[in-house]
């Protein structure tokens, strides 16, 4: 599906302005959410995909960048890749064509697979829990 160039300004306009948004309300955001124990972890002690996630959204709209990968590399990598496919957007407009989030399922792979041995070692390693 294309866009027209006037919805690509209005998401490259939208964007920043939604960002310095986040960014102002960061600690309302952060205190109203109601943070449930997660359950495997309750039950078994195994940590799952999504244990530290919250903390990594927290020190990530913080600045605290190192101990957000450290809490849960998911909210960085899920960070950048829109933050490519947004610079690729701008450059569209542009008039240049820039290609800086992969788009072949061979790349993804070997990420994916990263990220599942991530996710095993670290119930085995307590350096890679969340803090």
């Known amino acids: 599906m294309a866009l027209s160039k006037r919805t690509k300004l209005l998401i490259v306009a939208a964007v920043p302005l939604l960002g310095?948004?986040?960014?102002?309300?960061?600690?309302?955001?952060?205190?109203?959410?109601?943070?449930?124990?997660?359950?495997?972890?309750?039950?078994?002690?195994?940590?799952?995909?999504?244990c530290g996630n919250t903390r990594a959204v927290n020190h990530l709209v913080h600045g605290r960048i190192l101990l957000s990968l450290r809490s849960n590399p998911d909210i960085p990598f899920l960070v950048l890749v829109p933050l490519g496919f947004y610079i690729e957007l701008i450059a569209d407009i542009c008039g240049k064509k820039l290609r800086i989030v992969p788009r072949s399922f061979w790349v993804w792979i070997p990420i994916f697979a990263a990220y599942a041995v991530f996710y095993v070692l670290r119930n085995f390693f307590p350096i890679l829990a969340p803090p």
């Open 20 to 50: 310095v948004m986040l960014f102002l309300l960061r600690d309302y955001i952060m205190s109203v959410g109601h943070y449930f124990p997660c359950m495997l972890y309750k039950y078994t002690g195994l940590l799952c995909p999504g």
